[in-house]
């Protein structure tokens, strides 16, 4: 089980903190991920990791405001986002992958566990 957490309304150029802890399995041998989506879309990928945490992927939208993050110690991925857009409104939803030791994915059906979602507001 994914659970993210540290959604939450901030102003256009500020920051959040993203977490996703794992629990019931271990993730540390799996290539993880952050998506988004806005009403009526589908989901649009953000931010992914390799299993060892060396490699990220980055959609050009948030290339440089993010950064993804893991401490496979403690089960957990990070989605640092800072200046923060109105665009980048959405429920977030963190995810793994299902095939051990792969790097980044951007498709999110590479991706078999997904979280719970968490509700990102930036007003303007």
């Known amino acids: 089980q994914l659970q993210a957490s540290g959604g939450g309304l901030v102003q256009a150029g500020g920051s959040l903190g993203l977490s996703c802890a794992a629990s019931g399995r271990t993730v540390s041998n799996y290539a993880m991920g952050w998506f988004r989506r806005t009403p009526g879309k589908d989901r649009d990928f953000v931010a992914g990791?390799?299993?060892?945490?060396?490699?990220?992927s980055y959609a050009d939208s948030v290339k440089g405001r993010f950064t993804i993050s893991r401490d496979n110690a403690k089960n957990t991925i990070y989605l640092q986002m800072n200046s923060l857009k109105p665009e980048d409104t959405a429920v977030y939803y963190c995810?793994?992958?299902?095939?051990?030791?792969?790097?980044?994915?951007?498709?999110?059906?590479?991706?078999?566990?997904w979280g719970q979602g968490t509700q990102v507001t930036v007003s303007s």
């Open positions: 995810a793994a992958v299902g095939t051990a030791l792969t790097g980044p994915r951007r498709s999110p059906y590479e991706y078999n566990y």
């Open positions: 990791i390799s299993w060892g945490g060396k490699t990220q």
